[in-house]
């Protein structure tokens, strides 16, 4: 069945440039997505990107994909403390059901 | 607009008690699921639905049961509920194209 990973952890400081990566099994996902889940609160959506795209830029989120490689990253621009959360990669083909991966966590330190 | 409600927000239930979980979304959205997230384990799939008076199995559906039978709110239910279904359940909506999930705020589920 269709299988998303992405690295369980992620650190940087302050201002600096964050860049969280996932990895999906699934050539015929249509829609590929970047979800922020705050401490205690439900998943957000941040942004999609549709699989004939290969970059979507939004304020300071940028997202890439490799179709080829089967790969999705979303880099976020001058990272503050308040982007720190749990970020999770999720692939959209059938029926309008999702496929999530575990989430990495994002740690900003000042 | 609201969104996705769902309530209660926490449950403490006892092993073989039963109970419901209710979501609500007032967006209109054709489709409606149940995930339930656990530590290390990301969201599972429990249950969907493509339509009123529709549902359909996901990835851990044992143990649950699910009813549509108004567009706007999608039933979860535990029959006979076990330690195993400690978790957060997440309810979602989306509109049948692929835009992307609305999630309620979650339920805390503990079973002792």
């Known amino acids: 069945g269709e299988d998303v990973e992405q690295s369980l952890f992620l650190s940087v400081r302050e201002g600096d440039s964050s860049v969280i990566n996932c990895t999906y099994t699934?050539?015929?996902?249509?829609?590929l997505y970047w979800y922020k889940q705050e401490p205690g609160a439900g998943l957000q959506l941040l942004t999609y990107?549709?699989?004939?795209?290969d970059m979507k830029q939004d304020q300071r989120l940028t997202v890439l994909l490799n179709k080829k490689d089967k790969h999705l990253s979303l880099r976020i621009a001058d990272t503050q403390t308040g982007d720190s959360a749990i970020y999770f990669c999720a692939e959209g083909a059938n029926a309008g059901k999702s496929t999530f991966g575990d989430g990495t966590t994002l740690t900003v330190k000042p | 607009n609201a969104g996705v409600t769902q309530t209660p927000k926490f449950r403490v239930l006892k092993t073989g008690q039963s109970m419901t979980l209710l979501c609500a979304q007032d967006?209109?959205?054709?489709?409606m699921y149940w995930y339930r997230q656990d530590p290390g384990m990301g969201l599972r799939l429990i249950h969907y639905s493509v339509g009123e008076g529709t549902t359909a199995k996901g990835e851990v559906p044992d143990g649950y049961n699910v009813s549509r039978l108004k567009k706007q709110n999608f039933l979860l239910g535990l029959e006979s509920a076990a330690p195993s279904q400690t978790s957060v359940y997440f309810c979602?909506?989306?509109?049948?194209?692929?835009?992307?999930?609305?999630f309620g705020s979650g339920t805390r589920l503990t079973v002792v």
């Open positions: 990107i549709f699989s004939n795209m």
């Open positions: 967006m209109n959205h054709e489709y």
């Open positions: 699934d050539s015929s996902s249509t829609y």
């Open positions: 979602a909506s989306s509109p049948p194209r692929l835009y992307g999930y609305t």
